[in-house]
């Protein structure tokens, strides 16, 4: 079975525009997670998404949006990117939720310049 | 607000040698924890997942422990290998739908 994916693998922005990630989670599995890493540092938690509805928000400024897809895909959005959210973007996938195991993407990386 | 301690930062070993990672929580209200392997610049593997209710798991030459009233969770690897080679991250998932990670500890492990 496939594990979940991302896309893109890399992403090169300018300052003030605007990105869409996009996740795959793993057949069969409910939730999506999205994290924040950045370098050097354990990755920090976004989103997660249940059933198409959000059930957890992280501390990240309104510029971050998410959204869940009936197939249980899901897109996470970043407003107005300034040079601080450069970062690998991960997401997670789950079949109930924060309950059991999380398996992660290969992950983003988005750089900001 | 929990908080997760990782120590050591760093560990190079010599292939062959068993050791200890460790892994502190600060709230003790959680309901499991999980352990990461990640690879530079990839994604995170998932090597075990402890439940609040568990006391440890194993996985062939990884075994994870869990102490939750004292905080504490340790992953020891046996005979160690070269590939083991990757940065450990532990993780507690708390009443708020996330997990919650420490910063890892970057394991070199030399032939």
């Known amino acids: 079975d496939a594990g979940v994916t991302q896309s893109p693998t890399h992403l090169i922005k300018t300052r003030g525009q605007q990105v869409t990630l996009r996740c795959s989670p793993i057949s069969g599995h409910k939730s999506v997670s999205w994290y924040q890493q950045v370098l050097g540092q354990g990755p920090q938690f976004i989103f997660q998404?249940?059933?198409?509805?959000?059930?957890g928000r992280g501390n990240f400024p309104d510029r971050f949006s998410a959204r869940q897809f009936p197939n249980y895909s899901s897109e996470l959005n970043v407003n107005a990117l300034l040079l601080g959210d450069s970062a690998l973007y991960l997401c997670?996938?789950?079949?109930?939720?924060?309950?059991?195991?999380?398996?992660f993407g290969p992950g983003t990386r988005l750089t900001v310049l | 607000k929990q908080e997760v301690t990782q120590i050591p930062a760093a560990l190079s070993v010599p292939e062959g040698e068993n050791l200890v990672l460790n892994c502190s929580f600060t709230?003790?209200?959680?309901?499991?924890l999980q352990w990461f392997r990640q690879d530079p610049g990839k994604g995170l593997t998932s090597l075990l997942l402890i439940q609040s209710s568990q006391r440890e798991q194993t996985s062939g030459r990884l075994n994870a422990s869990l102490d939750k009233s004292s905080g504490r969770s340790t992953l020891y690897i046996a005979a160690s290998q070269p590939g083991d080679s990757a940065t450990y991250l532990c993780?507690?998932?708390?009443?708020?739908?996330?997990?919650?990670f420490g910063t890892g500890t970057r394991l070199l492990v030399s032939p």
């Open positions: 993780a507690v998932v708390t009443g708020f739908q996330k997990l919650v």
């Open positions: 997670a996938s789950s079949l109930f939720g924060y309950t059991d195991t999380q398996y």
């Open positions: 709230d003790s209200a959680i309901y499991n």
């Open positions: 998404y249940y059933e198409k509805e959000e059930r």
